[in-house]
């Protein structure tokens, strides 16, 4: 709860979430502050492509966050973070497929853009908090504040907020967090809210389509990755247009004959080659997790923990060692298939966020151990 008089700046995607999270505080009284990033500009992929499109932080929904504004009466500015977008976020996208990583940029939006850049416009503005449409809870035990997962678990995105530090939490708030999605929705349309029913954003802002291989291409060019398709013994198996077309698990489009279905196992960028094995060769019994933020304080003994690999995953058991460089080996209580470098990986006790970090990779496999190495 944030108490009436406060001054907040609300990051307004567009969407119905951060919508209602402006409106809730509208009538408990805080001075609020619509603020809308404009991250990308869509305007050059629907004149090339001729098509418009529905995508989180839109052309769209800038003007759906401009008008839920002027519903409630509030100021609302349009800043623009463009450049700084492609630098840290689009660049970053780009270099990890090409190194045989699977990126998040979702991940890197929030802690660069909103939780650094658009924080610090809004402690500029003499804001009290940034407030966020995340399904996300923030309460403070022993001294520290603690990032607990949303009521709504099918809405929960702790996952993305790992990067968050001490210091940003002071700032930073989530009132949805002890709602569900239905429960917004029902305010939005007690509000009237154009919003209240809007569909949810699934793809990635900048590749609207859903097509990634065409925007790597258009970025960095094509036929600067191919190689061979090679299975888990060795032998090579085909040809393979980038490494850049190819994940961790993936079956389908590799134009294999082979008598038992074949997944993408490991990816060397490096040398040009997609490794493939059968379904038995994905499970993985740890992973190296490097680039780790702690939202607790640091242990510095081996940790019992929950570790989740990808953002629909099921957090399972595990056994957190922390290495001398600061990254942590996960040791899977079962072994894990799906463990994919680039991804993050966050640990939780309970509903309690303890920290996270990236995936390290991209691993090779080791035909006479039967494992992967390097992760």
């Given at each position: 709860?944030?108490?009436?008089?406060?001054?907040?700046?609300?990051?307004?995607?567009?969407?119905?979430?951060?919508?209602?999270?402006?409106?809730?505080?509208?009538?408990?009284?805080?001075?609020?502050?619509?603020?809308?990033?404009?991250?990308?500009?869509?305007?050059?992929?629907?004149?090339?492509?001729?098509?418009?499109?529905?995508?989180?932080?839109?052309?769209?929904?800038?003007?759906?966050?401009?008008?839920?504004?002027?519903?409630?009466?509030?100021?609302?500015?349009?800043?623009?973070?463009?450049?700084?977008?492609?630098?840290?976020?689009?660049?970053?996208?780009?270099?990890?497929?090409?190194?045989?990583?699977?990126?998040?940029?979702?991940?890197?939006?929030?802690?660069?853009?909103?939780?650094?850049?658009?924080?610090?416009?809004?402690?500029?503005?003499?804001?009290?908090?940034?407030?966020?449409?995340?399904?996300?809870?923030?309460?403070?035990?022993?001294?520290?504040?603690?990032?607990?997962?949303?009521?709504?678990?099918?809405?929960?995105?702790?996952?993305?907020?790992?990067?968050?530090?001490?210091?940003?939490?002071?700032?930073?708030?989530?009132?949805?967090?002890?709602?569900?999605?239905?429960?917004?929705?029902?305010?939005?349309?007690?509000?009237?809210?154009?919003?209240?029913?809007?569909?949810?954003?699934?793809?990635?802002?900048?590749?609207?389509?859903?097509?990634?291989?065409?925007?790597?291409?258009?970025?960095?060019?094509?036929?600067?990755?191919?190689?061979?398709?090679?299975?888990?013994?060795?032998?090579?198996?085909?040809?393979?247009?980038?490494?850049?077309?190819?994940?961790?698990?993936?079956?389908?489009?590799?134009?294999?004959?082979?008598?038992?279905?074949?997944?993408v196992i490991g990816i060397d960028a490096e040398n040009r080659k997609v490794i493939v094995g059968e379904k038995q060769h994905l499970a993985v019994p740890k992973c190296h997790v490097g680039g780790v933020n702690w939202l607790i304080n640091p242990p510095v003994k081996p940790l019992e923990a929950a570790c989740r690999i990808r953002y629909r995953h099921q957090e399972v058991p595990s056994l957190l060692t922390i290495l001398d460089?600061?990254?942590?080996?996960?040791?899977?209580?079962?072994?894990?298939?799906?463990?994919?470098?680039?991804?993050?990986?966050?640990?939780?006790?309970?509903?309690?966020?303890?920290?996270?970090?990236?995936?390290?990779?991209?691993?090779?496999?080791?035909?006479?151990?039967?494992?992967?190495?390097?992760?």
């Amino acid at each position: 709860m944030i108490e009436a008089g406060k001054r907040v700046v609300v990051a307004m995607s567009g969407g119905v979430d951060s919508s209602v999270a402006a409106a809730l505080l509208k009538e408990q009284g805080c001075e609020v502050i619509g603020m809308t990033m404009q991250i990308w500009d869509y305007s050059s992929f629907t004149a090339e492509h001729g098509e418009s499109f529905g995508s989180c932080c839109s052309l769209d929904d800038v003007y759906d966050a401009r008008r839920v504004a002027e519903t409630l009466d509030i100021p609302f500015y349009v800043v623009n973070f463009e450049e700084q977008f492609t630098k840290e976020v689009i660049d970053r996208f780009c270099d990890d497929y090409f190194n045989g990583l699977t990126p998040n940029p979702c991940v890197i939006c929030n802690q660069i853009l909103k939780f650094e850049t658009l924080l610090r416009r809004a402690r500029e503005l003499q804001a009290d908090f940034l407030v966020t449409g995340h399904y996300a809870q923030l309460v403070q035990e022993d001294g520290l504040f603690a990032l607990k997962k949303g009521l709504d678990r099918n809405k929960d995105q702790t996952y993305f907020l790992f990067t968050l530090t001490q210091e940003q939490m002071k700032y930073v708030r989530f009132p949805l967090g002890g709602m569900t999605k239905e429960e917004v929705r029902e305010h939005a349309a007690r509000l009237g809210l154009k919003v209240a029913e809007k569909p949810e954003s699934q793809d990635i802002c900048f590749v609207p389509d859903g097509d990634y291989v065409r925007f790597l291409e258009e970025q960095r060019g094509s036929g600067t990755m191919n190689g061979d398709i090679v299975h888990v013994d060795g032998q090579v198996l085909g040809k393979h247009q980038g490494t850049y077309r190819y994940t961790i698990g993936q079956r389908r489009g590799l134009g294999l004959s082979w008598p038992q279905p074949l997944y993408v196992i490991g990816i060397d960028a490096e040398n040009r080659k997609v490794i493939v094995g059968e379904k038995q060769h994905l499970a993985v019994p740890k992973c190296h997790v490097g680039g780790v933020n702690w939202l607790i304080n640091p242990p510095v003994k081996p940790l019992e923990a929950a570790c989740r690999i990808r953002y629909r995953h099921q957090e399972v058991p595990s056994l957190l060692t922390i290495l001398d460089d600061g990254s942590v080996k996960v040791d899977f209580h079962e072994p894990q298939s799906g463990v994919t470098p680039g991804q993050a990986a966050v640990f939780y006790d309970g509903d309690r966020v303890l920290g996270g970090g990236w995936i390290k990779g991209p691993g090779t496999w080791d035909a006479e151990r039967g494992t992967r190495e390097n992760l």
